[in-house]
């Protein structure tokens, strides 16, 4: 991917020196990198945020409160999980974080879920079906609150941000119920071959 877009810079220099638009591709690097600070900026601040509200709401309890909500969920969808797994509380957690938009705090709670799901898989070189749920689930990232898109959007100065929580709501639904879906499809297609 990296050619890609080295190829693609280095077309459009040479493009834009044979037009003479030279002062226009540096003016909008220029821009570009301006507006890159600032979007990088606000996205610390929003995270900054939301980490701190998931810490809380680990060491208050919230965390195992969701766990205890999600377990008949979950013994449905994860049915090779033992019920007291301590895998079933950090798959819980990314949950709650991709629900949130905090995809960058749900990957250290997915892998340490993974790590946990691998603990207890018996064949140690296959994926279990509960990874390939999990990943899946991870995958399709059902979002109420896509905080990271929505700090982006303000970051550039968007006049009305928080406009794309609806259909984000229903595109992650969509992708999420359908990833459950296929993931149970294929669980019984490999099951009886």
Not at 15 to 32: F, H, P, Q
């Amino acid at each position: 991917m990296n050619y890609v877009f080295y190829f693609l810079i280095i077309i459009s220099i040479i493009v834009s020196a044979v037009n003479g638009k030279m002062e226009d591709v540096v003016n909008a690097i220029l821009s570009g990198a301006d507006l890159s600070v600032k979007v990088a900026f606000s996205l610390i601040g929003i995270m900054a945020f939301w980490l701190g509200i998931m810490r809380i709401a680990e060491r208050s309890g919230i965390v195992d409160f969701i766990t205890k909500l999600i377990k008949p969920v979950a013994k449905w969808l994860f049915n090779e999980i033992p019920q007291d797994n301590k895998a079933i509380g950090d798959i819980a957690m990314s949950f709650s974080a991709n629900a949130l938009g905090l995809t960058n705090a749900a990957t250290p709670i997915g892998l340490k879920a993974m790590k946990e799901l691998q603990e207890i898989n018996k064949d140690k070189n296959s994926a279990s079906n509960a990874m390939c749920m999990f990943l899946a689930m991870n995958t399709a990232g059902f979002q109420l609150i896509p905080a990271t898109v929505i700090a982006v959007l303000v970051g550039i100065g968007y006049e009305n941000p928080t406009e794309i929580i609806f259909p984000t709501l229903i595109v992650t639904g969509i992708a999420f119920v359908s990833a459950i879906i296929m993931a149970k499809v294929f669980q019984k297609i490999w099951r009886a071959q």
